[in-house]
């Protein structure tokens, strides 16, 4: 697929200029199926349909500001799938990244990958480490892409890497904090701002739990094939008029 996207601060459509933009958003890109077969079309056209939204999404969130943005394109769990739709993610994953990295590259995004290496396709995991060896100076963006991640497999690999820097004894027993812990996730753990679902569903299907502890979360009926960087804008906006409290509390007596 080879939809035009206006690059970063081109287009007419200007982001706006707000204060408080989340500095890292996760979004769950779901509904692809549904709104394939809601078109008469098969579920793997939806996903096709996924890389134009992906690509706009990216460029509105340079525009706008954010810093870190992570997505989730294939799970732990998506291996239950018919194995033609599996063949068809995996393929597109890698073809997705293969065609985009140069362009993503001129933007000035860095991108990382998230996930773990059995079972995935080694094709997938060569261009996406070839995508971050080229990209690796940007600052711009970080834009992480979670493919064969699970959230309960991120931690569980940390708990098993501290355990070995225990017994090779350059972590002390009983004194792993959530500091020293949150080093051990993919990109250092770093709390997630905003989680965006589209596609209706409002659940968090083993993404980023640990992050997301004290997350906004979004829930867009959008299906993903329909996202563009004006319903990120539009999302955050609502972000930005959120109270965040981190467990504090204020009196504001009205009565
Ligand atoms: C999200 O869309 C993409 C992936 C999980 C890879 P779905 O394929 O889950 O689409 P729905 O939710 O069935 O519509
Ligand atoms: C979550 O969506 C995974 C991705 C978007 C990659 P799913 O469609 O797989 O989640 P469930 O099955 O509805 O929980
Ligand atoms: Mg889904």
Known sequence: MTGLILPPGAGELKAPQISGVPKHVAIIMDGNGRWANERGLPRTEGHRQGEIALMDTIAGA????????????????????????????????RDVIRRRA???????????????????????????????QLTRENTRLDFNMAVNYGGRAEITDAVNQITREVAAGSLQAGHITEGVFGKRLYGKGTDVDL?????????????????????????????????????????ILAFTGRERRFGTAQDKVTG
């Open 102 to 132: 140069a362009q993503l590259h001129s933007w000035g995004v860095r991108i990382n990958w998230w996930g773990r290496r059995p079972r995935l396709w080694k094709s997938v995991i060569t261009e996406l480490e070839k995508a971050h």
């Open 62 to 93: 340079v525009e706008i500001g954010v810093k870190e943005l992570t997505v989730y394109a294939f799970s732990t769990e998506n291996w239950k799938r018919s194995p033609a739709e599996v063949k068809f993610l995996m393929g597109y994953s």
């Open 195 to 235: 989680l965006i679902r589209t596609g209706g569903e409002q659940r968090i299907s083993n993404f980023l739990l640990w992050q997301c502890a004290y997350a906004e979360f979004m829930f867009n009926p959008v299906a993903w094939p329909e996202y563009r960087r004006e319903t990120l804008w539009d999302d």
